[in-house]
């Protein structure tokens, strides 16, 4: 074997090697996190960075949201600490919305990591905490501040000595001080077990430093990814997609342009930010408009700083895109995580064959918190985010997928899990029959999901839903998904954002959104059809 050969394949060896310390990693903090959301649903990110901060790796496990955007902070830790301050035993940890993951209640800690004694590289996670005090996780703040406490980038951990005074100021502002501190400590830990077993990966094979590993990750991803896009049409599309809004209903409006040197997704003509939680930060628009895009194009492509890099965003500053700070951004997620759809509009002028029809998007969680009858347990009462979602989209060549959380990846909370941390009883959680947009291939089903306490207690709903008054838009002749509703069991209609109050003896009915469908439903497979009715999919 030629010199030449056997050194690329000893970087492609290395290569998966990083890839599977960034999943030990993820699943590290997926194991020690103390919130379900994290626990069950794996909320995270996790990724290894090169000294130029770089990223060479990032786990499967983990949202795009998340790890996209964690990929600009490091930048911003970089910037602001210094390389050549950096010493053995230090983290670093933020929750700003325009330096982390767009809204105060992620955490991300960053963590150098040394071998023999010298800089190597760093380690950064981001977890969703599900209490940072402020009115809570919902949309309704009409300013950052509102929303909780504001970490800005500081030191954590000082070779080995944790920052007490910090840890105690997070506790002091949370209902939930025992699970919050916990998760921060989940975060550090992890990022320790990425730095181990890389030092034992530098050492097995008699690396100095990660550049050359680096410069080789980057410029194949790079290089594959070109390759990809070479293959498409080359021009520009513009789509446009309505959503509920707070207030009043937003325009959200892409131009995607396909050019030899890569795609850049560009958001004028998008309405501008409003005044409640639903504005999102660039960093956050960059992460789903990008994940969007990799989607359809280079989707087998391992995620890093090369594979990236061919795809760029731009959005008008002050735009509900991006929206800067001291906007309220709590729930950037409504908006953000719509991005992807956005985008496919755009691509399906191009490639049709590719592109799916439009979805739920953004995630259904039921955000509820109430107080418990004895006991707190250390916490303030009880807060949890359940996890749920709605269909997605049809596929060209396959039906949606049902209750399943695209783009955002989380897992849904299961039942028990919810019921044992919570005085909360779920009376159903099923499919909702029909609620998937007919088409030559069908979208994925919402679900009926209700819920009542059962210890006697008001609680409250954080609502943060859209796909209410703007349902997912069908393609090609296929139907529109069903649009969601929020209900009380006794029958009143609630709206779709803010605080809502479930009373003792009542219900919340959630019924989440389907996925449109797509192409003509007179083409669907009679085979399919039958197959649906016998599983009550459909009852038409």
């Not at 809570?136 to 406490?149: A, I, S």
């Not at 994925?444 to 859209?466: H, K, M, N, T």
Request: one cysteine or more; a negative charge; aromatic letters at 6%.
């Amino acid at each position: 074997m030629k010199e030449e050969s056997r050194t690329d394949l000893q970087r492609q060896i290395m290569w998966n090697r990083l890839i599977a310390i960034v999943e030990e990693q993820a699943q590290t903090l997926l194991r020690t996190a103390f919130s379900p959301i994290v626990r069950e649903a794996g909320d995270l990110s996790a990724g290894v960075f090169d000294c130029r901060g770089r990223m060479l790796a990032q786990a499967v496990t983990g949202t795009p949201g998340h790890v996209n955007s964690m990929a600009e902070s490091v930048q911003h830790f970089i910037a602001h600490f210094g390389l050549e301050n950096m010493r053995d035993g230090d983290a670093y940890i933020t929750n700003d919305p325009w330096m982390g993951t767009g809204h105060l209640n992620d955490f991300v800690i960053t963590t150098p990591c040394f071998h023999n004694g010298k800089l190597i590289g760093l380690f950064s996670c981001t977890s969703h905490i599900i209490d940072i005090g402020g009115i809570g996780f919902g949309p309704d703040g009409t300013d950052v501040f509102m929303e909780g406490l504001y970490i800005p980038m500081l030191k954590l951990v000082d070779a080995g000595e944790v920052n007490e005074t910090l840890l105690a100021m997070i506790r002091a502002n949370t209902r939930l001080p025992v699970d919050t501190v916990g998760d921060t400590y989940a975060l550090l830990g992890c990022n320790d077990v990425g730095c181990q077993r890389l030092t034992e990966m530098m050492s097995e094979f008699a690396l100095e430093d990660l550049e050359a590993l680096g410069d080789h990750i980057c410029d194949r991803s790079e290089q594959a990814v070109l390759e990809e896009i070479a293959r498409l049409p080359k021009g520009s599309w513009t789509n446009t997609m309505v959503t509920d809004g707070y207030d009043a209903p937003v325009a959200l409006t892409a131009t995607v342009t396909v050019s030899d040197n890569g795609i850049h997704v560009d958001y004028t003509g998008t309405d501008a930010m409003v005044s409640r939680g639903i504005n999102v930060p660039m960093a956050y628009c960059t992460a789903y408009t990008v994940f969007g895009l990799s989607c359809i194009v280079g989707s087998r492509i391992p995620k890093n700083a090369g594979s990236l890099k061919p795809l760029t965003v731009s959005a008008p500053e002050g735009s509900i895109v991006n929206a800067p700070k001291p906007a309220a951004v709590a729930s950037r997620h409504i908006i953000g995580q719509m991005l992807p759809d956005v985008v496919f509009g755009c691509l399906h002028q191009a490639i049709p064959e590719q592109v799916p029809a439009e979805g739920t998007s953004c995630i259904w969680n039921l955000n509820v918190r109430g107080k418990l009858k004895s006991g707190q347990g250390g916490n303030y009462g009880f807060s949890m985010a359940f996890t749920s979602n709605g269909g997605t989209g049809a596929r060209p060549q396959s039906d949606g997928l049902s209750a399943t959380a695209y783009p955002s990846g989380v897992k849904g909370t299961p039942v028990e899990i919810a019921e044992q941390i919570t005085p909360l009883l779920f009376w159903r959680k099923e499919f909702r029959s029909d609620s998937g947009g007919q088409g030559r291939t069908r979208g994925g089903l919402g679900q009926i999901i209700e819920v009542e306490s059962r210890i006697g207690e008001p609680f409250e709903l954080l609502a943060a839903y859209d796909r209410i008054d703007h349902p997912a838009r069908g393609r090609e002749g296929g139907r529109d998904g069903a649009p969601g509703s929020v209900s009380l069991g006794s029958g009143e209609v609630l709206k779709g954002k803010g605080f809502l109050k479930v009373p003792p003896g009542d219900r919340i009915v959630i019924m989440t959104p389907g996925g449109a469908g797509l192409g003509d439903p007179a083409q669907r497979d009679s085979a399919a059809i039958a197959r649906d009715r016998d599983a009550q999919l459909i009852t038409d």
